[in-house]
């Protein structure tokens, strides 16, 4: 069975935990989801589910993967999860919330919130100039750049104003407090990346704490 599924971000609520301690917890929305190809090592390379999340009208949709490869699949997002054993599974298997239990550790991968066109200040958390002695334009400038003569460049990747947010996030060793496969639901300790409604890939951790 693959070790991951598809699901989208609801928000985020509280609930009590071990010894009454109040938990921020994020709500997810889990598959269900197909399984519409599976790749295997003797035939592709490596051993991998692709997964369909999100059903919507078939002729909204393009044609992706081989479940059915003479008509559009009906499903808004498609990801792919490898795993190491064999697979266990057939194209058009359901896989639910059931996959995981209270007290599974988990990563959340998702697509940040964009932020625009960002200054280093608060793309980088920069301190700013000094606040005094005539600065009064410089409170929020990088500073210096560049170097002297030598090497006479700025180097590429120095930390900068420029687009911030809107990249793939990893957050790991996220701890799972409830799985409700009759609602979809699963309730996650913690934050997960993204906005509401927006796409979330949940997988067993491959970082977990020693």
Known sequence: MTEGILGKKLGMTQMYGK???SEAITAIEAGPCTVMQVKTVEKDGYSAAQLGFGEVKKHKTAKKGKAKEKEPVKFKYTREFRFENGPKME???KIDVSLFKAGDIIDVIGISKGKGFAGGVKRYHFR????????SDRWRAPGSVGSNTSPGRVYKGLRMAGHMGS????????????ADPARNLLLVKGAVPGMTNGLVMIQKTKREKK
């Open 19 to 21: 010894g009454g301690k």
């Open 91 to 93: 194209a058009g298997q």
């Open 128 to 135: 700013g100039g000094p606040k005094t002695h005539g600065q």
């Open 167 to 178: 990249v793939r996030v990893t957050v790991s060793n996220l701890e799972v407090m409830e």
